[in-house]
């Protein structure tokens, strides 16, 4: 009798994570898990993974690193375990740190700016493709600097916060 309590208990949990986002978000989410699944299995595992930073420019990323983010999920990583892995780690997350953590990802060194010609290549070929216009706006609220680089902790601040932090 308590291995059935169990399951239904489980996937009690795992349905509930749907509620947590708009329809939207969740197929964003969709989109992302499928761009992940590199080989179209319908679970991500370290190949995917591997493939995943590969196609984002990292390539020499190391075995542990990988096993660190597999052993984050409590199985075989399907879509219901992805979407869950994500509710949990934004509950209560600051929308400034998540945007941080994503440019972060790009940037290994800790410099707080990337290439220009990087940031647009990557928001105009992956996910919710920017349009020209789009990234001319940008470049005209954030212009990069005379050297090509976009501060990009600066643009989530505005992002997050509506203004410019005062340069002292």
Do not use: C, W
């Given at each position: ?21 708009e ?54 990583i ?10 949990e ?11 941080l ?19 647009t ?17 940008m ?6 600097d ?18 410019e932090?005062?340069?002292?």
């Amino acid at each position: 009798m308590a291995p059935k309590k169990a399951k239904k208990r489980a996937e009690g949990a795992g349905s509930n994570v749907f509620s947590m986002f708009e329809q939207a978000q969740i197929q964003e989410f969709k989109e992302a898990f499928t761009i992940m699944d590199q080989n179209r299995d319908g679970f991500i595992d370290k190949n995917d993974l591997r493939d995943t930073f590969a196609a984002l420019g990292r390539v020499n990323v190391k075995q542990e690193e990988i096993d660190e983010m597999l052993k984050e999920a409590p199985g075989p990583i399907n879509f219901t375990v992805f979407l869950t892995m994500f509710g949990e780690k934004l509950k209560g997350a600051d929308p400034e740190e998540t945007i941080l953590n994503a440019f972060k990802v790009f940037d290994p060194e800790g410099k707080g700016a990337l290439k220009k010609d990087f940031v647009t290549e990557m928001l105009t070929t992956q996910a919710d493709r920017f349009s020209p216009e789009e990234m001319e706006q940008m470049y005209l609220a954030f212009p990069p600097d005379v050297a090509g680089n976009l501060d990009y902790k600066n643009l989530v601040y505005v992002i997050t916060h509506g203004e410019e932090k005062d340069q002292e």
